[in-house]
């Protein structure tokens, strides 16, 4: 699918990776001239005139000196009297008509963060850049398909009649998404009355029947974050029988009850006897062998399976890997937030564990704090565990940074974030021409903390991952986990909650706890441990089908299947009943006695 239009991509891209200290020069002044005088900054730089004509490193000097760093407590404020329908420049010149919703299950809650017509500018810009990148190593036909898990939620007014809803639900409504839906000649199965249906399980029940239905044109298979993938094909295993039955004869289950979907999905599909005859065939296989490489076997021209797989999303890459039964690549798709993308994969064919995200410079101003391990009260570059435990460097331009050195990224953005903390620690793994390459390594977030201990959420998937390893021997899996501080009783103690697919003997299980206890390694973990200011971990079992609950509780409070990731850990009261009345057996660690 190369084209004129994605070769002149990939030179504008080389372009600014070669120059891209000047380019973030030139980025920073844009911004601060588009937005001079407004409330936020002229408390800062109030007394700043001509900024247009200040030379860029200088601007920048000036800047960085006066500006504070900020975190979104700091911002809130501002964000809320915009929400309240004060129109008056406070953050940016430019209107803010529309506020995005973080998906809150990362810190609990739901914040919001400016969106403006650059955010959707910059969303089809990344998307365009890594397609032509993508394609020089995995190919499309041309007029080709893909099978995309996309879903939009409600929209909905603030006080002050601002539009606001998750950032993936404002870029699927943008003009700009419908423009690349009817001129992109590979574009996605399923009408926007399926994205937009409001219902998860009536939406995915028709994206897997388009999907099908269009079958062998189909180049990828794409979700948001691989976790939508994961859930999408696990409601698989029960839909397919009747999808079968609709593509047989062209019909739509009743199961799926709104009018503008039913019209939209029976306006496409037509009886195709043969193809549902195979389908049924192949799946009844499938199931014989627990559905193990579904992804080939369904879409036979499919290239590679693209999605957000790094954080958060690693735990789901095993179940990826069984769907794909190793046929497929996993690409990871780019690095962004809500607040802003950061980068593109530009090495496609890197395994998801493996991948680095090329900063791109023209999307936000960014800095760098150079990060140092406190161990022994002694500061040494980081090299692993927990990852807020730091000491802190001044922050650096990104043409300052160095390889191997670890930072938390810092924005100025088009949308009136200044000098913003992201909270993501990641590593300069390299450079692209003159832009860095960068591994995502962990969210700076504490979410494990009862005495003197520090555990990320990075510390709590690798003790996840090593505590499982038994599993194995019983041919279990498993499917999703969550934690919880609990300092109700003295002293307090980790409770980690496991969803397991397949039986397992109470003795295995016993044996899980007591691997995923010794796997934490923070030092104040360990040694709280041994001194008994922390008691011993305790291994929650729930029942099938826990967390699908807690994702339709997220869900039902305004999240979206495009942007939910499960909570590594909760305080939440309405989870943890869900969690405790759904648990079957208990285990607490002997690893310390």
Not at 156 to 185: C, D, N, P, R
Request: glycine share 6%.
């Amino acid at each position: 699918m190369e084209t004129s239009s994605s070769e002149d991509l990939m030179s504008w891209f080389e372009e600014i990776a070669t120059n891209a200290g000047k380019i973030q020069m030139e980025t920073l002044k844009k911004i601060l001239e588009m937005n001079h005088g407004v409330e936020y900054l002229e408390k800062w730089l109030g007394d700043i005139e001509d900024i247009d004509k200040i030379d860029g490193e200088a601007l920048r000097s000036i800047y960085v000196s006066l500006v504070p760093l900020a975190s979104h407590a700091d911002l809130e404020p501002y964000i809320r009297k915009i929400a309240d329908g004060d129109t008056s420049p406070i953050l940016t010149k430019q209107p803010i008509t529309t506020l995005s919703l973080s998906s809150g299950t990362t810190e609990g809650r739901q914040k919001y963060v400016p969106f403006t017509s650059h955010s959707s500018k910059t969303t089809l810009q990344i998307f365009k850049l890594a397609a032509a990148n993508r394609s020089r190593v995995y190919p499309t036909r041309e007029g080709g398909k893909i099978l995309e898990f996309i879903y939009g939620s409600k929209q909905f007014k603030t006080k002050g009649g601002l539009v606001a809803g998750t950032a993936t639900t404002h870029y699927f409504a943008s003009q700009e998404f419908k423009i690349k839906q009817q001129q992109t000649k590979s574009f996605t199965c399923s009408p926007l009355e399926v994205i937009f249906s409001g219902d998860y399980k009536q939406s995915t029940y028709c994206h897997f029947l388009l999907g099908l239905f269009y079958s062998p044109q189909v180049e990828f298979i794409t979700s948001t974050f691989a976790y939508g993938i994961v859930q999408s094909l696990s409601l698989f295993e029960d839909y397919w029988r009747e999808i079968c039955d609709d593509l047989f004869n062209g019909t739509l289950s009743p199961k799926i009850t709104l009018l503008n979907i039913r019209r939209s999905v029976l306006d496409v599909i037509k009886p195709n006897p043969c193809l549902a005859t195979l389908i049924r065939s192949q799946c009844e296989e499938l199931e014989r062998c627990n559905w193990y490489c579904l992804i080939p076997k369904l879409w036979p021209n499919a290239k590679y399976v693209y999605s957000i797989m790094t954080g958060s999303m690693q735990p789901y890459l095993e179940k990826l890997r069984h769907y794909t039964g190793d046929k497929l690549p996993l690409v990871s798709a780019e690095y962004g937030s809500t607040e802003s993308w950061v980068g593109v994969n530009m090495d496609p064919c890197n395994a998801p564990e493996n991948v680095t995200f090329t900063v791109v410079p023209t999307f936000a101003y960014f800095e760098f704090i150079p990060l140092h391990k406190v161990c022994d009260k002694v500061a040494v570059v980081v090299g692993g565990g927990g990852c807020d435990d730091y000491l802190e460097d001044d922050p650096v331009p990104l043409s300052k940074v160095k390889m191997g050195q670890q930072y938390e990224i810092v924005l100025t953005t088009f949308t009136g974030l200044y000098r913003y903390r992201l909270g993501d620690v990641v590593e300069v793994a390299g450079f692209y021409q003159a832009t860095p390459k960068l591994k995502f390594l962990c969210r700076r977030k504490l979410i494990l903390t009862i005495n003197i201990d520090k555990n990320t959420e990075n510390d709590l998937q690798l003790a996840v991952q090593k505590g499982s390893k038994p599993l194995l021997k019983s041919q279990a899996e498993l499917v999703d986990f969550t934690s919880h501080a609990n300092t109700s009783n003295q002293p307090g103690h980790y409770m980690v909650y496991w969803e397991i697919k397949g039986k397992v003997s109470e003795h295995i299980l016993a044996t899980c706890c007591n691997e995923m206890d010794a796997a934490f390694v923070d030092h104040g973990y360990v040694v709280s441990r041994k001194t008994n200011s922390i008691g011993p971990l305790e291994l929650c079992i729930v029942e099938h089908g826990t967390f699908k609950k807690i994702m339709e509780h997220f869900i039902g409070n305004g999240a979206t299947m495009s942007q939910f990731k499960t909570p590594r850990c909760t305080t939440n009261q309405v989870l943890l009943k869900i969690l405790n009345l759904s648990t079957t057996k208990r285990f607490l660690s002997t690893a310390y006695e």
